[in-house]
């Protein structure tokens, strides 16, 4: 079982920048694969970006690439989120998620897919 939590999250401008973190404790974060998912009030959970267990391979919904950027430090057992440009449209609780997977190259987009979920960090862009 691994725990996951967030941080980093809070009030900034459009077109300013944030940077999210999710720090992993109980198992090695390098099994598993890390995916970033936010949820707008009055929305269903949306998936944002996801990152193999080497890092080598990252995936993003169309509406943050160019802006966003997911990557991780095996070493530090943390994952992170740098959000460039942000859009009032960002606003959201951001959480991260871990899948266990064999396969050191492969993401995962799909929330079901993902065994272990953190609190949730709340950004708001203001425009």
């Known amino acids: 079982q691994v725990q996951l939590v967030e941080s980093g999250g809070g009030l900034v401008q459009a077109g300013g920048s944030l940077r999210l973190s999710c720090a992993a404790s109980?198992?090695?974060?390098?099994?598993?694969?890390m995916g970033w998912f936010r949820q707008a009030p009055g929305k269903e959970r949306e998936f944002v970006a996801t990152i193999s267990r080497s890092g080598g391979n990252t995936a993003y919904t169309d509406s943050v690439k160019g802006r966003f950027t997911i990557s991780r430090d095996n070493a530090k057992n943390t994952a992170y989120l740098q959000m460039n440009s942000l859009k009032p449209e960002d606003t959201a609780v951001y959480f991260c998620a871990a899948a266990r997977s064999a396969i050191v190259t492969r993401y995962v987009a799909e929330g079901s897919q993902y065994d272990w979920w953190g609190q949730g960090t709340q950004v708001t862009v203001s425009s």
């Open positions: 109980g198992r090695a974060l390098s099994t598993y694969v």
